[in-house]
């Protein structure tokens, strides 16, 4: 059955308020602006807890204020002082293979509770220099391999040095023969003089 010429205008009717229900949802639409944000500020304070900000604009006719983003937050600057009285750590050995020194890594200053991690709230500030900085002796030992190595090659693959009483054999430390025969006199000096003390200390 065909409809009726009402209800093909009722149909049409209905269409027409569909259509213009989602014409004027376009319009909104196409009004409404998008939020555009600029970058956020240095910190206001180069210690401690302090604020960056940064502008927010509306590319078009209007934005939702609702869906505005921040114009601020909080930061924590990145410039406090060392302090070379307390210790975080320590630095590599100065010599990489055997005696040399070592500095101390000094702490950061920043206020208690440090909220950023490791010393990153002094990763602005220039390290003091090493004449305030304790200092130990250390013993470097990048070739582990290569024992009573004192100096390490240009490549660090081998040694270039050795300690007093060793010779160095192709990148490697071996004993000489005079500290050989050193070791032998002072061992066979030790089991001669052994009787004798043993004898002062009878006879007192």
Not at 10 to 26: E, K
Not at 192 to 202: C, D, E, F, K
């Amino acid at each position: 059955k065909l409809p009726s010429n009402g209800d093909r205008e009722q149909c049409l009717t209905m269409a027409l308020r569909f259509a213009g229900v989602a014409l004027a949802v376009f319009h909104v639409a196409s009004a409404l602006g998008t939020w555009q944000t600029a970058p956020w500020s240095q910190c206001t304070v180069k210690c401690g807890s302090g604020t960056a900000t940064r502008a927010v604009s509306c590319a078009g006719a209007s934005c939702e204020e609702a869906t505005k983003p921040s114009t601020s937050k909080e930061c924590h600057g990145t410039a406090c002082p060392w302090d070379v009285h307390r210790v975080s750590g320590w630095q590599q050995c100065e010599n990489g293979c055997g005696s040399g020194s070592q500095f101390s890594m000094p702490a950061c200053d920043c206020p208690i509770p440090c909220v950023l991690p490791g010393n990153d709230e002094c990763k602005d500030t220039p390290l003091p220099p090493a004449s305030q900085l304790l200092q130990r002796p250390c013993f470097g030992n990048a070739l582990s391999s290569v024992e009573y190595c004192s100096q390490c090659s240009s490549d660090g693959k081998s040694c270039s040095a050795c300690s007093k009483g060793f010779k160095l054999d192709q990148g490697r430390c071996t004993v000489t023969e005079r500290s050989v025969r050193q070791a032998i006199d002072l061992s066979a000096t030790a089991k001669i003089l052994s009787p004798m003390s043993r004898a002062v200390s009878l006879a007192k």
